[in-house]
Each structure stands twice: as C-alpha cells, then as structure tokens.
C-alpha cells in the first residue's frame, strides 16, 4: 500500500497535476457558489477541457472542482443563504444567522477548516477502505455486477426525499431508456434511432448531464428570478469580519468534526446516498447530543451546527469515491459524471483499476488531499474577493453558462444537431424539475444503462437464459435481498398512510 | 375571485393541484413507455439470435415493462388520499363563511417567466444553426449579445463589450493555444477568405 501511496503523491505532485488540483478547486468554489449551479454542472462544465488529458490528470481535476464545488456552496450558503448545492443546505441553518450577527468571517474559516478536517479524515479511510474491497470485489461475476447496479440504482431512488421514491424510481427507468438509442453494445444492431445518423453513436453522456444539469439550472434561475446578486452586493460590501477562531471555540467543535467525518463518510459509501444526506444526519445527531444552551443555539448561529454539516459533507465527497474506485458503480449523481468521463479517458474504474491503473487510483486518493490542502491555504484568504464574484450580474452570466455548456458538448462532436437536441432536453428537464422529478437517478440510470445491459446478457448466457443467477451464488443473492429492502420499505412506508388514515405527515 | 370558487374547484387547491400534476406525470410516463415497448418490437433481431436467451429486445422489454409498472404505482398511490380530502372538504366549509381568506396557493405560486426561457430556447436552436454558415466568432457574439438582451440588457456598448473580446479570446484560445480546428464558416469563404 505504501509503495502505490508514493507512486501516486508522485503523479500527484507533478508541477501540472499540482496546477489541476489549484484550478479545480478554484473553478469549483466559483461555481458551485453560484446559485442554482451544482458539483454536476461544475464536474460537467470541465469535462469538454480534460479530453486531451491524461486520465489522472482529469481526474484530479475533477476531484477538485467536486470540492472546490461543495465549498462554494457552503460560501453562499453563509453569505446570502442561497446553498448553491443541496449537500450546503444544512450549512446555512447556522451559518447564516452567523453571518448576519457579524460574524461571517468566522462562520466561512470555520466551514473552511471543517471541510478539510473531515476531508482529511475521509481521505484517510477511504486509504485503507478502497483497497480492502478493490480486492474483495475482484471475485465479482457479471451477475454479481448487475446484481450490484440494480442495488446502487434503486438505493439512490430509495434515498431520495420523501414521497419522491416512486419519481426517483421512474427517472433511473426514464435514463436507461435513453441510454438504450443507439447501437447496440453487444451484436451493433441500431435501437430507436428512427434512422436518424446522428443517433446511431446514442446521446452522449455529456450532451445529456450538460443538458439536464448545467443549461437547465441555469435557465431555470432566468425562470425563477431571484434577486441573489443584490444581496450578494451588500453581503460582500461591508467586508467579512475576522477569520479567527478562538482556541476554545476549536476545542468545543473539535468532537463534532470527529463524529461527523466518520458519519459522512460511510453515508458516502453507501450508494445513493450523499452529500445531502450526511450533512443532515450530522446536523441531527449533533443537535441531538448538545445539552441546555448549547441545544438552544442550533438554528441560531451555533458554531457546532455549522462544523457538523460542513465536515459530513466533505467527508460523504471522500466516501462516495469508494464505490466508484472499486467497483465501477457510481453512488451519486456526481460520481456518475465523473464514471462517464473516465470511461470517454479510455478507464473503466472497478477493481481491475487498482490493478490496471493503480497510478490513476493514488493519484487520485492523493489528490484529494492536496485539494483540501489547497482549499484551506488558498480559497479561505481568496474567499471576499470570489465571493464579489456573486454580485456579477445575471445578465451576463447565464447567457455565458448557456454559452460553455453548449460550446463544450459541440467541440466534442462538430455535431449542430447536438445543440438541438440539448436544448430539448433541458427544457425537458425544467418541466420534469418542476413538477417534482430529480434528475441525478436519470443521469445514473443513463451512465449504467450500457453496463448493465452488458452484465445481464452475460450472466443470462452463463445461466442458459434462466434467471435463477439472481439466487445462485450467495454474493448476488445477498445483493438481491438489500436491494429488495431497500426499495419496500419506502414504498410501503409511502402507500401506507394513505390507508391509515390519521397518520401525521411524513416522517424523516 | 368568483371563477376561484367556482363549486367543484372549491377549496381544494391546495393538495389536490400537487396531486392532479403527479397523475398527469405519471398517465405521460405510463404512454412514454407503451411507446417505447411498442417501438422496441420494431427493433431488428438476426435470425441466428431468435433462439438466445438474451437479444437486443431483451433489455428494452424489460424497461418497458418496470416503466409500466412504476408508472401504474404511481397513478395508484397519486390520489387525494383521505387525510387531505377530509382537509379539502373542513377547507369547503370554512370557506362558507371565510369570504376575505385568500386562496393558499395562488399569491405564494413564484412568478415563472416562461416567456424569457423560451426565447433562450430559441437564441440557442437558432446558434446551433448559425454556428456553421456565420462560422464560430460571428455566431457566438450574436448568440451572447441576444442572451445578454433577453435578460434585459441595454447599453450598447457594454453589449458589444462583454461578446466580442470574450470570444475572440475563447477562439485565440481553442486554435491557438489547443489547437482545436474550429470551421471558419461560409461567410468567410463568401466574404473571400481561403
């Protein structure tokens, strides 16, 4: 293990892959402090830039535009309450009534060392954890694999808010749908392309997360007209206050930072659930556990209700990487992206990669934690001047967003028909956003769709076409059994009050 | 006022409308994935695969079919469950006498300005189709200065000053520096370029 950390803080340390970490972060925390604009638009912004890179290289990019993106987010979400990202959201319940007592320098340097604490940790877990299941994982069979996609699409359904379990559902099914146009992986028969030429490739995977994630948050911000910039003008006009914390401050959040990193970062293995989930379970168990007055100032502007969040959230990025690295299997929307752009680098991430590439595996690991490094010694000073950044004006920003997303997907093909096709899907997008539809399990379904497809024809051809794979070998019946419960009990729980009655609205 | 208490609508918006927009969605994913098995019979299988277990149909019957399934869930599980219709109907009879109340959702409902979106929609189909014949630079400045003009934008000079040099720069960029051939466009050869 030691010789691949080495062989990876080699990679990682080279002058150029140093820079990409720098400008990730740097990009990230620009983007995702942007309203409306998250790590997946962030991720998929920088994807059309890395294709002539080397995979390591836009890997750690992407790493650091994935912190730099959730940082961001923490930033407006104290600043101008407006988390730019749905992991940040728990941010602001005490990061912004910090703000507006003067005290937004502390409550931004706070969230800053949070982040790299509980991205230290994470990253140290995930050291010895990827490892330990590349190894476990290099048994898996093709029915093991699609019995470990099924469990990882309908996990992120299943983790979805409340009464959206049946829409998250319908959206994984809606992307493998669109992930089935094209030709087809195993015998190159065209499917659904209504011999149209510029099918016969399929959607790309880009066209499609640029399309539902980038254009379609940025038009719906012209849709929904918030007036952030003018907030962000008086947030940002009256300087910050100071960054210091107290020694007993550090002391009193130091326990916090610990629970919530090891929190987060199995919430982050777990596939389906992220970010957004950590934080808040964090949130709710330090609450929880404060006593008297230290109870009472959640909500209100307590530094522990700002560090728990912050450390899960960054520690859930680390740990989300888990699955992907060893498996292959994206447990979040922004892994997805980031499984897409390493399968277009020529790298299919599962545990041969470790055996593979095991330079792209520790760079990768490594780099993370020259991202937090870096996001801690660089974007905390930097952070009064990006957050002015904010105040530009919508005008031009979203005409410019509209502009890279569309730019990014065209230089990839030279395809005009692409742009059409963009832009029907993001309109598409707004509508199914609107009426409650998330869009993450749409992009998984999409980026698994292909795999999937290719581990079930495999696994039924060794079978001789009888399902009975699903139960045969107690790896995927496991799998099999997990998935079954993860997806009955939501649903039960969701028909359930219906009949019952007088049961009070939805739980947790 | 008087249409907003018309007697079958009456008090009921506030859940229901969330509910009618589920059964709607879900009666359009319900017809989306007939279509799509329909349509996935059309798909051509090589005469020596017809006796495999596993053909290029396979998959797609199979997504039909869990999108089918879902989608009749969820037309099961929309309706107006108990709990809000006895809610809509103590609403009704407040409303007997609440005449001043106002409706829950319609004030609160943020304005959507769907008219700016679809001219977006339209300046970016309309790039797409420009970005050949007006080649990259021309294409793309009009493209920025009409997004900058939907969103309200006036000043002429900032118009010109926030498109020209950005994508002069972002071309200087992409063929010089990339080195990433971007097609001139006809305009250019028209106009009697190489």
């Known amino acids: 293990m030691l010789e691949g950390i080495l062989s990876g803080a080699a990679t990682a340390f080279t002058p150029i892959n140093l820079m990409m970490v720098f400008v990730g972060c740097f990009a990230g925390t620009f983007i995702g402090m942007l309203p409306g604009l998250g790590p997946i638009s962030a991720i998929a912004l920088m994807i059309p830039i890395t294709y002539g890179f080397d995979p390591a290289s836009g890997m750690i990019l992407m790493a650091g535009v994935y912190y730099g993106a959730i940082f961001g987010g923490s930033t407006s979400s104290i600043l101008i309450n407006a988390p730019g990202v749905a992991g940040t959201v728990a941010t602001a319940f005490d990061g912004y009534p910090l703000a507006r007592q003067g005290f937004a320098g502390k409550a931004l340097a706070t969230a800053a060392y949070c982040s790299f604490a509980g991205g230290t940790i994470a990253a140290i877990l995930l050291l010895i954890a990827a490892p330990a299941l590349a190894q476990v994982s290099l048994s898996f069979q093709s029915a093991d694999y699609f019995a470990l996609m099924v469990l990882g699409l309908t996990a992120v359904s299943a983790f979805a808010a409340p009464g959206q379990v049946l829409k998250a559902l319908i959206m994984t099914v809606l992307g493998l749908m669109l992930s089935t146009i094209g030709t087809d992986p195993a015998i190159g028969i065209q499917r659904f392309t209504f011999g149209r030429l510029d099918l016969i490739d399929g959607i790309s995977f880009l066209l499609l997360a640029m399309a539902t994630f980038a254009l379609s948050e940025a038009l719906m911000s012209v849709l929904r007209e918030d007036k952030i910039s003018d907030e962000a003008r008086a947030a940002t006009k009256g300087g910050i206050g100071s960054l210091r914390l107290k020694a007993s401050e550090v002391k009193s959040i130091a326990p916090t930072v610990g629970r919530s990193s090891i929190i987060g970062f199995f919430i982050g293995v777990l596939p389906g659930a992220g970010a957004t989930i950590a934080s808040f379970l964090a949130y709710g168990m330090e609450r929880n556990i404060a006593r008297g007055k230290e109870r009472e100032k959640f909500g209100k502007g307590s530094l522990k209700g700002l560090a728990a969040p912050e450390t899960a959230n960054n520690a859930a990025c680390s740990g989300s990487f888990v699955p992907l690295l060893t498996l292959g299997i994206p447990g979040s929307g922004t892994t997805a992206i980031m499984l897409g752009a390493l399968i277009s680098y020529g790298v299919q991430p599962g545990p041969r990669l470790f055996v593979d590439a095991p330079q792209v595996f520790w760079s990768v690991i490594v780099s993370m934690y020259i991202g937090n490094i870096i996001l801690l010694v660089l974007n905390l000073p930097l952070i009064p001047y990006i957050a002015r950044l904010l105040a530009v004006p919508k005008q031009f920003l979203v005409p410019l967003i509209l502009f890279f997303s569309l730019i990014g997907v065209y230089l990839v093909s030279f395809n005009t028909f692409d742009i059409q096709m963009m832009v029907f899907f993001a309109l598409g997008a707004i509508v199914l956003r609107l009426v409650g539809f998330p869009m993450a399990p749409l992009i998984l379904g999409f980026i698994l769709g292909d795999l999937m497809e290719d581990n079930l024809r495999r696994a039924l051809s060794i079978s001789d076409g009888s399902i009975s794979f699903l139960w045969e070998r107690p790896i995927t019946l496991t799998i099999m059994i997990l998935t079954a419960i993860i997806v009955l009990v939501p649903l039960i729980k969701a028909i359930r009050p219906r009949y019952a009655g007088e049961t009070a609205g939805e739980g947790g | ?194």
């Open chain 2, 1 to 194: 006022m008087e249409v907003w208490r018309a007697p079958d609508a009456r008090g009921k918006q506030g859940m229901s409308h969330a509910m009618t927009t589920d059964r709607v969605s879900a009666l359009v994913f319900l017809a989306f994935s007939i279509a799509y098995g329909v349509l996935a019979t059309e798909i051509p299988v090589p005469p020596f695969m017809s006796s495999e277990p596993f053909t290029p149909r396979t998959m797609p019957y199979a997504l039909s079919a869990l999108g089918i399934a879902l989608a009749l869930a969820m037309l099961a599980t929309s309706g107006p469950p108990r709990r809000a219709r006895t809610e809509a109907r103590a609403a009704e009879d407040l409303g007997a006498d609440a005449e001043a109340a106002p409706p829950p959702e319609k004030p609160k409902a943020p304005e959507m300005r769907w008219g700016k979106v679809l001219i977006l929609a339209a300046v970016m189909c309309l790039y797409g189709l420009t970005l050949k014949p007006l080649g990259f630079i021309v294409s793309t400045s009009l493209f920025l200065i009409a997004g900058y003009l939907v969103l309200g934008e006036r000043r002429v000079w900032i118009l010109l000053a926030a498109s020209i040099p950005i994508v002069v720069a972002f071309w200087a960029l992409l063929t010089q520096l990339l080195g990433i051939y971007l097609d001139p466009g006809a305009l250019f050869s028209w106009l009697g370029g190489r």
